[in-house]
C-alpha cells in the first residue's frame, strides 16, 4: 500500500498568513493526489485535483503543486472560513490512501 | 442540484449486519464510478471501496480490512448505492461517507460527498 505522510499534523496561524501543506507518498504516484478541507461535522470538500487542478468554485488562494512523491497544499492568505482540517489522497493504485490530516487552528 | 444522501446507519451488535443505501440525484449516476469512505470518531479519513460503472462490469474494490466482510453494490435504476456490512466489529464504528468519482476520468477523486451517516458497534 502507498503511505501518505502529512506535516505538520497541527499547524497555527493568522488571518492574513500564508500557510503550506506537505503531503508524501512512499512511492511515486506521478500526479495522482486531491486534496480535501474538512470542517468539522461536514463532509470533505474536493479542493484541488491532479496535483495542481483547482476545483470549480474552490478560491484562488488555493493551489496546489508536486509530483512524484512531495505535494504541497498552499493557502496564500488565510480567511476565517479556512481553519479546518486538510487531507491528501492518493489514486495512483489500490488501495485509495488518505493522509493522516492537518489542522489549521488559529 | 447534485446530491448524496445516505441512509441505514444505526446501532448494531458486534457480530452482526448493516445495509447502507446512498440515493442520488442531480446527476447521471449510471455513468460515474461510485466509492464509500468512512470515518472514524476523531480520526482520519479511510477508503472503504469502489463500485465501477456497467462499462467496466460494475467491477469492485476493497481496503483489505474490509475484503470479505463488505460488498459494493448499486442499482442503476433507482441511482442506489449499496454497502452491505457483515460480521462487524468495533472498529467498524464510523461516519461512510457515499462519494462521486467524476465521470470524464480527468481524475480519481471524489468530487461529490454525501452527508454521511452514523454506524456504531456496541454491545
Known amino acids: 500500500d502507498i503511505q501518505m505522510t502529512q506535516s505538520p499534523s497541527t499547524l497555527s496561524a493568522s488571518v492574513g498568513d500564508g500557510v503550506t501543506i506537505t503531503c508524501r507518498a512512499s512511492?511515486?504516484?506521478?500526479?495522482?493526489l486531491v486534496w480535501y478541507q474538512q470542517k468539522p461535522g461536514n463532509a470533505p470538500k474536493l479542493l484541488i485535483y491532479?496535483?495542481?487542478s483547482l476545483e470549480s468554485g474552490v478560491p484562488s488562494r488555493f493551489s496546489g503543486s508536486g509530483s512524484g512523491t512531495e505535494f504541497t497544499l498552499t493557502i496564500s492568505s488565510l480567511q476565517p472560513d479556512d481553519f479546518a482540517t486538510y487531507y491528501c489522497q492518493q489514486y495512483n493504485s489500490y488501495p485509495v490512501t488518505f493522509g493522516q490530516g492537518t489542522r489549521l487552528e488559529i | 442540484e447534485v446530491q448524496l444522501v445516505e441512509s441505514g446507519g444505526g446501532l448494531v451488535q458486534p457480530g452482526g449486519s448493516l445495509r447502507l443505501s446512498c440515493a442520488a440525484s442531480?446527476?447521471?449516476?449510471?455513468?460515474?464510478?461510485m466509492d464509500w469512505v468512512r470515518q472514524a470518531p476523531g480520526k482520519g479519513l479511510e477508503w472503504v471501496g469502489r463500485?465501477?460503472?456497467?462499462?467496466?462490469?460494475?467491477?469492485?474494490e476493497y481496503a483489505a480490512s474490509v475484503k470479505g466482510r463488505f460488498t459494493i453494490s448499486r442499482d442503476d435504476s433507482k441511482n442506489s448505492l449499496y454497502l452491505q456490512m457483515n460480521s462487524l466489529g468495533t472498529e467498524d464504528t464510523a461516519v461512510y461517507y457515499c462519494?462521486?468519482?467524476?465521470?470524464?476520468?480527468?481524475?480519481?477523486?471524489?468530487?461529490?460527498w454525501g452527508q454521511g451517516t452514523t454506524v456504531t458497534v456496541s454491545s
Open positions: 491532479k496535483a495542481s
Open positions: 462519494t462521486r468519482i467524476p465521470a470524464t476520468g480527468t481524475h480519481y477523486g471524489m468530487d461529490v
Open positions: 442531480g446527476f447521471s449516476f449510471s455513468d460515474h464510478y
Open positions: 463500485i465501477r460503472k456497467k462499462s467496466n462490469s460494475y467491477t469492485t
Open positions: 512511492q511515486s504516484i506521478t500526479s495522482s
